[in-house]
């Protein structure tokens, strides 16, 4: 008889590894920078702009930005109202920030409570919560969103609310496959073969073991939460009309687009940018977290 043949990974040689380690350490600082930049520009938003964001000034409606024949007054320009687009930006920076800020975690913790709850005690209770999350699946975001905002309006909380109930479910099917794997390895089961609680398994054994796989999906889940945002802004079910949120400056420039470009490129390019850099961001952390991945040639 011939030996089965069995994919064994081959390990890179540690002079590969180091440099294959400095060229994602140089793909990440650009990420890192536009975060830090990012998060500046969210957290001091009122020290980094001389107008407020809300200032109707109709004489100094559509000025085009500096590098257009505008002037340094109005560095980016200003909309159709007179608005200056470097204090909206700045201000949709904060609004982004803060749905991620607190979107994400909430959505991670929902689902990861589930899924260990589906994946440990398994029976009905996994039979009954995954159903649960299929039903989540099955059911399209966006009417949710519209539902939301049809019943209680338009605002940041429900942005946050409609975007944790529409993300949780997918920590809940990553958190229980792992669980599924973790509660058969042998530190497992010796813990349970000398009467450990579930509590304890499940704080000691499990949670450690599924805290790199729940920081990747956070991370990666950053770009999804600030194009639904936007999104939801976009068609004015989100933080409302009155909020300087990058969808709701590019919903109200689509009108001008043709006289006006910078109404939507401007809001459109932050978007692009700060969702590639965080989909950039949460590629590298999975490599670094991964032993299987950063050691393989």
Request: glycine share 8%.
């Amino acid at each position: 008889m011939t030996a089965p043949n069995v994919a064994i990974p081959v390990l890179a040689p540690p002079s590969r590894r180091r440099t294959r380690h400095w060229k994602r350490l140089a793909l990440l600082t650009p990420s890192l920078l536009i975060v830090t930049l990012f998060l500046v520009a969210a957290i001091f938003a009122d020290v980094l702009s001389v107008y407020d964001p809300r200032e109707i000034v109709l004489p100094d409606k559509l000025i085009p930005p500096v590098f257009d024949g505008g002037s340094w007054d109005h560095v980016l320009g200003t909309d159709h109202l007179g608005r200056d687009i470097l204090a909206r930006l700045l201000a949709g920076a904060r609004i982004s920030l803060t749905v991620v800020v607190i979107a994400v975690p909430a959505a991670a913790i929902v689902g990861t409570l589930v899924g260990l709850l589906a994946g440990w005690r398994l029976g009905w209770a996994d039979r009954v919560l995954m159903r649960v999350v299929d039903m989540q699946l099955a059911f399209p975001a966006l009417l949710f969103a519209i539902l939301v905002a049809a019943v209680w309006g338009p605002s940041l909380r429900n942005v946050i609310l409609i975007i944790t109930l529409c993300t949780w479910s997918g920590y809940a099917r990553l958190v229980r496959g792992d669980v599924l794997s973790l509660r058969e390895r042998e530190f497992v089961l010796a813990a349970r073969a000398i009467g450990a609680r579930d509590l304890r398994v499940i704080s000691r054994h499990l949670l450690p073991n599924l805290f790199n796989t729940v920081v990747i999906l956070m991370t990666m889940e950053v770009a999804t939460v600030i194009l639904f945002e936007a999104g939801l802004s976009f068609l004015n079910v989100g933080v409302g009309a009155g909020i300087s949120s990058w969808g709701v400056m590019i919903s109200e420039g689509r009108n001008f687009m043709t006289i006006a470009w910078w109404l939507i490129w401007i809001p459109g390019l932050a978007i692009v940018l700060i969702s590639l850099t965080a989909m950039m961001m949460g590629d590298w952390l999975r490599d670094a977290l991964d032993p299987r991945l950063r050691n393989l040639r």
